[in-house]
C-alpha cells in the first residue's frame, strides 16, 4: 500500500490531486495532505536515501508522465511529483498501471525509473504519449517468457520494477534508442525486429 511505499523508499511525499481527477471532484474538495520528511539534513541525510533516488535531480516544478498500456489499452496522464515531493497517490496509479498484464500482479517501480521515462518524454515533447509494452514482470511471467525462448533474463530487473519497454509514436526505434542513451541513466537495449526500447536503472550498458 501506501504507507508502505513511502517507508520502504523513505520519500518525502504528498497527496495530489491528479490532474485528470479534479473532474471526478467537486470544486471545493480539498485532499488530504500527508507529508514523510527526510530522517536527517544535509549531508548525513542523504545517506539515508536509496541510490535510484539519489541518481539525479532534476530541474523543474513538476514531473510528468503520459502513458499508453499497450496491452490492456488503458492510458495515465498524471503529476507524480510537485513541489518538492513526491504525490503517493499516483505512485499507486502508475504501479497499477505497470503491472503485469498477465495477472494483475504489481510491484512498486522505481521512482528513478519513472524519472528516466520522464525527461524522456520532455526531450522528445511532452505531449507525446510513451506506448508501455513491458514493465513490471512477475516471477511466474518471468519464467515462463523464458521457456518460450525470448531472450529473457533470470533475474530480469523487469521482475523489481526497474525496467520497462517501450516505444514511442512517430519516433523510430533508432531515435528513441540514441535519445534513451543520452540520459546515461541506466542500461538501454535496443529490439529493432519487435520495434521497441528497453530502459532500466542498473548499472549503466548499451546494446
Not at 36 to 60: D, H, K, N
Not at 171 to 178: A, G, N, P
Request: aromatic letters at 8%; proline letters at 3%.
Amino acid at each position: 500500500g501506501s504507507r508502505s511505499y513511502r517507508n520502504r523508499h523513505n520519500l518525502n511525499v504528498k497527496r495530489v490531486m491528479p490532474r485528470d481527477d479534479k473532474t471526478r471532484h467537486s470544486a471545493g474538495a480539498n485532499p488530504v495532505r500527508r507529508r514523510f520528511l527526510f530522517a536527517c539534513a544535509g549531508a548525513a541525510g542523504s545517506l539515508l536515501l536509496p541510490p535510484p533516488v539519489m541518481a539525479y535531480a532534476i530541474p523543474g516544478r513538476e514531473r510528468f508522465l503520459n502513458l499508453l498500456q499497450l496491452h490492456t489499452n488503458e492510458r495515465l496522464r498524471v503529476t507524480y511529483w510537485a513541489d518538492g515531493a513526491f504525490d503517493y497517490g499516483a505512485l499507486d496509479q502508475l504501479n497499477h498501471l505497470l503491472r503485469d498484464h498477465r495477472n494483475g500482479e504489481q510491484q512498486q517501480i522505481d521512482t528513478a525509473l519513472l524519472d528516466l521515462l520522464h525527461r524522456l518524454q520532455k526531450q522528445l515533447g511532452r505531449h507525446r504519449d510513451i506506448h508501455i509494452i513491458s514493465a513490471y514482470r512477475s516471477q511466474k511471467t518471468n519464467t515462463m517468457l523464458r521457456k518460450v525462448g525470448n531472450g529473457v533474463a533470470k533475474r530480469s530487473l523487469h521482475m523489481k520494477g526497474r525496467a520497462i519497454d517501450i516505444r514511442v509514436p512517430h519516433v523510430t526505434t533508432e531515435e528513441l534508442y540514441s535519445a534513451a542513451k543520452g540520459l546515461k541513466g541506466g542500461g538501454v537495449g535496443i529490439y529493432r525486429k519487435s520495434r521497441f526500447v528497453h530502459l532500466d536503472t542498473g548499472r549503466i550498458r548499451y546494446w
